[in-house]
C-alpha cells in the first residue's frame, strides 16, 4: 500500500504532488544519496530500527559524495518520525533521499550549483526476497558483475549512482532463473549481494568480508555482529573464495530489505542442508525478537513513534 503523504524539502504533501523536474542532475548522472530504513510493529506502536545510525550514515554519505545538506541530524530524525506518523503506518520501509535538484542547464557532471532536494518516502513492505525466504532460503548465483574497485567509486557511502552495479547483478540472477546474485569484489573474493551484505558459518565460525572488499558497511551487519559476539560465536572478517561457499554449513544475506534470509543454494549447488541453518535461526529469532519488541531493546536500537511524537 502507497503512502498518502511524502515528506520533501520541509513539508509534507500528497503522494502524486511529490515530484521533480526533468532537468533535475541526480536523474542524468545519480547524484543522490539515500538510505532503507525499516519500521517494526512492536505491542507499543511502529518503532524505527536503528534510525541514528542509519541518519548519521546518510549525511556521511553526503559528505563523501560532496552534497550540501541543508538538515541536521535532529532535524531529519523529527521528519522521518513525523512521515511515519503521519501515514499511519504500523511497520513499513522508509526512503529518505537526498538529491541534487534541477539547477542551471545543462549542468554537465559538476553539478554543485544545483539546490539539493531532500525526500521522505515511507511504504508497507514485506520480504524483500520471497514470503518463505526468511526459512526455507533464497537461491542465489554467483554473477558475472564484479564489485567496484575501491578507486573507481566510493562503495561505503550510499550513492545513488552505485547502484548501477547492483541492478546489473539483481536483472543477471533473474533472467537466470535466481532470487539474487553475489559480487565478487575487483580481486576475485566474495564482496556482497546486489543489495545484501553475506556471512558465511564453517564449522561454528561466523566469516564475513571486511570493509577491504567493497562492501557497504550494513546497519543490520553490524547489529548482527553485535548479535553474534553475545551468543559466543567466533568471526572471522577475511577475503572469502567463491568455492568456499560451496563449502559452507551454512549463508545468510542481511540487510534493511533482507533481514536476515538465508542462502538455500548457490549456483545450484545445495548449502548446508539446503534451507535455513541452525545458527541463521538462532541469530534471526534474536533479531525479530528485539525488533517486534517481544525482547527487551538492550542497544537502544528501536524509536518508539509514538512516544517521540509525543515528547515532541
Not at 543522490?32 to 511502529?46: I, K, M, W
Amino acid at each position: 500500500m502507497s503512502s498518502e503523504k511524502i515528506w520533501m524539502n520541509g513539508k509534507l504533501m500528497n503522494w502524486e504532488d511529490a515530484t521533480v523536474h526533468v532537468t533535475s542532475h541526480a536523474l542524468h548522472y545519480g547524484s543522490s544519496v539515500f538510505e532503507g530504513v525499516r519500521a517494526y510493529a512492536t505491542d507499543n506502536g511502529p518503532a524505527i530500527f536503528r534510525l541514528d545510525a542509519h541518519t548519521e550514515r546518510l549525511i556521511q554519505g553526503c559528505k563523501v559524495a560532496k552534497i550540501d545538506l541543508p538538515y541536521n541530524a535532529e532535524e531529519i530524525n523529527e521528519a522521518i518520525i513525523n512521515t511515519v506518523a503521519e501515514n499511519d503506518h504500523e511497520s513499513c520501509y522508509i526512503r529518505p533521499l537526498v538529491m541534487r535538484g534541477s539547477g542551471p542547464w545543462p549542468s554537465g557532471l559538476e553539478g554543485r550549483k544545483c539546490p539539493t532536494d531532500f525526500i521522505i518516502i515511507t511504504k508497507e513492505w514485506g520480504t524483500y526476497l520471497g514470503a518463505d525466504a526468511l526459512e526455507k532460503g533464497a537461491n542465489v548465483q554467483v554473477s558475472s558483475w564484479r564489485r567496484m574497485a575501491p578507486d573507481t567509486h566510493p562503495a561505503m557511502a550510499k550513492v545513488g549512482g552505485n547502484y548501477v552495479n547492483s541492478q546489473m547483478i539483481k536483472m543477471e540472477a533473474h533472467d537466470n532463473g535466481f532470487d539474487e546474485g553475489i559480487a565478487l569484489d575487483v580481486n576475485g573474493y566474495v564482496s556482497e549481494g546486489s543489495g545484501e551484505n553475506i556471512f558465511v558459518i564453517k564449522n561454528g565460525v561466523v566469516i564475513t568480508p571486511g570493509d577491504w572488499s567493497s562492501i557497504l558497511l550494513g546497519i543490520t551487519r553490524d547489529s548482527i555482529l553485535t548479535l553474534l559476539r553475545e551468543m559466543g560465536y567466533e568471526i572471522r572478517f577475511q577475503t572469502i573464495a567463491r568455492e568456499m561457499l560451496y563449502m559452507a554449513d551454512e549463508i545468510f544475506f542481511t540487510g534493511t530489505a533482507a533481514e536476515v534470509t538465508p542462502i538455500a543454494a548457490v549456483d545450484r549447488i545445495p548449502i548446508g542442508i539446503g534451507s535455513r541453518g541452525p545458527v541463521t535461526k538462532q541469530v534471526q529469532d534474536e533479531f525479530f525478537a528485539i525488533t517486534s519488541g517481544k525482547k527487551e531493546d538492550r542497544h537502544g536500537w528501536l524509536t518508539h513513534i509514538r512516544q517521540a511524537v509525543s515528547e515532541n
